[in-house]
């Protein structure tokens, strides 16, 4: 019913959740069975940005007549149910999604070849369970990119949290305010990961699995860890709205 196989390994107390029928349902659909795989769901360099101007009658014709019998609002829509079990893709389609109202021909291009992508990857699974002995406790990772969407330069925050190895809990979301720095958008992004720890804390507690240890949070920018450890020497982030150092 909702297009997501499960699969339970009882021996090693695992299991596995494929969508790989949903996505060879979706690529037929849109008729791309002739779609050759790539390795990345994005272009390495990719540019995605909307033009300042409005839409030509002329560029309409010509997404119209490129896209045929495919309606970008649909593919996109498809894209978005696949991410509960694919945390790989959700930057891209969430990058994709936002030119629902205005596609242009790069942005259907850039939706294909995430079709692609999962063309090369239908088999690969989301797996749950107790992967690393002896672990249970709550362990994210959290990162960001700086001003890369060249229409509004905001940046875009994105997390994983695993529990006993395995992933539970992803997010890829645009940043709600402009960072003027990497510094900055890592420390957004770090403290929007943070709430989504205490949240699976208060979670993991109440269904009687309650963390033993600290919640750990991955971080690869110094000056965004030297801020969370003393925002007293710090006088330059005066700035940052209230809510991001609740971290």
């Known amino acids: ?25 979706t690529i037929a659909h849109f008729g791309l069975e002739n779609l ?34 495919i309606h970008y609002l649909s593919l996109v829509g498809s894209l978005l149910f696949t991410t509960q079990t694919r945390p790989d893709i959700q930057f891209a389609v969430g990058l994709v999604a936002q030119f629902s109202n205005n596609p242009r021909i790069a942005h259907l291009e850039a939706a294909k070849r995430i079709l692609r992508y999962l063309k ?10 107790k992967r690393e002995e002896g672990k249970f406790d709550l362990v994210g990772w959290s990162d960001s990119n700086w001003a ?15 529990v006993a190895g395995s992933s539970i809990s992803w997010s890829s979301k645009k940043q709600a305010t402009m960072a003027t720095s990497s510094v900055e958008a890592k420390y957004i992004a770090l403290a929007n990961a943070t709430k ?12 009687d699995f309650p963390p033993t240890m600290a919640t750990m949070i991955h971080a690869d920018n110094q000056g965004c860890i030297a801020l969370t450890n003393n925002l007293v020497s710090h006088s330059r982030t005066k700035h940052i709205d209230i809510c991001h ?3």
């Open 1 to 25: 019913m909702l297009g997501v196989l499960v699969t339970r390994d009882r021996l090693r107390c695992l299991i596995y959740l494929n969508q790989s029928a949903y996505i060879q349902r």
């Open 36 to 69: 050759t795989p790539v390795s990345i769901p994005l272009a390495v360099k990719h540019d995605l940005t909307l033009s300042q101007s409005s839409t030509t009658e002329a560029e309409k014709c010509a997404f119209e007549d490129y896209a045929g019998d």
């Open 120 to 129: 090369s990857t239908v088999d690969y699974n989301l797996v749950l369970g």
């Open 148 to 162: 890369q969407d060249h229409d509004d330069r905001r940046s875009t925050s994105g997390f994983v949290f695993n």
């Open 196 to 207: 989504e720890a205490i949240w699976l804390h208060t979670l993991l507690t109440e269904l």
């Open 245 to 247: 150092h609740f971290i």
